[in-house]
C-alpha cells in the first residue's frame, strides 16, 4: 500500500509495523552495567559515536567505580581520560558536577526520575530518557537524539525542529507502550540506511510511506 492510499493514522501504524519486522530487538548500543556507566555513557555519547564512547569506556568503568571517584578525580586527568569522545572539557565538567550534586542530593545512587536526572549538569530530557529506560525501566519518554529528529521529520512525523516539542508529537502519536522500542528502532534504521547526507532509499523498507523518499 502506498502513501497516496491510506489516511495518516495507517500511514504511521504501517510504519511502525514495517520497522518491527526490520528491527525485532532494538536495544541502546551503549555498553554499561548499572545507572552511574549508563549516565556517564550516554553524557559522552554527544557528538560522539557509540563505538567510540564504548572503546572509551571499557577503561574508564574500570578506572572510576563511583560518583566519588568522577567528582574527586583530577580534572585534567578525567579530561584526558575521555578526550577521545570529543569536546572532552565540557563533558568532564558535566560529569563532575552531575556527580557532585548526585552525592550531594541523591546519596551517591543516579535518580531514577525525570525529574531527578534532568535537574543534574549536563543531563536534557534525551539524556534523561535514554538513563531512565535502560537503567531503570522506566518509559517516561522517547529519546530523540540527531537520528530521531531528522527520520521524525523526514518520514513527517513532526514540523518541529526543538527536541522536546519533536518528543511530544512523536508521544501523541506513537502508543506508550512502544516508545522504548521505537526510539532505537528510528535510530537503528538512521544509523544503517536513512543517513544524513545520504539516504540509502533503494534499501529503506518505509520508502513508499516516506513523502521525504528521493527527494
Known amino acids: 500500500m502506498k502513501i497516496k492510499d491510506m489516511d495518516e493514522k495507517e500511514r504511521i501504524q504501517e510504519i511502525r509495523k514495517l520497522l518491527k519486522k526490520e528491527y525485532p530487538k532494538p536495544t541502546v548500543a ?3 552495567s548499572n545507572p552511574l ?3 556517564i555513557a550516554t553524557i559522552l555519547s554527544a557528538q560522539a559515536t557509540d563505538v567510540k564512547v564504548n572503546e572509551v569506556t571499557k577503561d574508564l568503568f ?3 567505580k563511583t560518583a566519588h571517584d ?3 578525580a583530577d580534572r585534567t586527568e578525567l579530561e584526558n581520560d575521555i578526550r577521545p569522545t570529543g569536546f572532552y572539557r565540557n563533558k568532564a565538567k558535566y560529569l563532575q558536577e552531575a556527580c557532585k550534586l548526585i552525592i550531594e542530593k541523591f546519596d551517591g545512587n543516579v535518580p531514577n526520575t525525570m525529574e ?3 535537574s543534574l549538569p549536563g543531563v536534557a530530557r534525551k539524556t534523561a530518557n535514554i538513563v ?3 537503567a531503570f525501566g522506566k518509559i517516561e519518554g522517547i529519546a530523540v537524539d540527531t537520528h530521531v529528529k531528522r527520520l521524525s521529520q523526514r518520514l513527517g512525523l513532526t514540523k518541529n525542529k526543538n527536541p522536546d516539542k519533536i518528543e511530544q508529537d512523536l508521544m501523541a502519536i506513537i502508543p506508550k507502550k512502544e516508545w522504548f522500542q521505537f526510539t532505537y528502532m528510528i535510530i537503528d534504521h538512521g544509523r544503517k540506511i536513512c543517513h544524513a547526507k545520504k539516504p540509502e532509499h533503494d534499501k529503506c523498507v518505509v520508502r513508499e510511506l516516506c513523502p521525504s523518499a528521493d527527494v
Open 132 to 134: 531512565i529506560s535502560n
Open 116 to 118: 531527578g536526572l534532568i
Open 37 to 39: 556507566e549508563m549516565l
Open 62 to 64: 574500570k578506572k572510576y
Open 70 to 72: 568522577y567528582a574527586e
Open 30 to 32: 551503549l555498553n554499561f
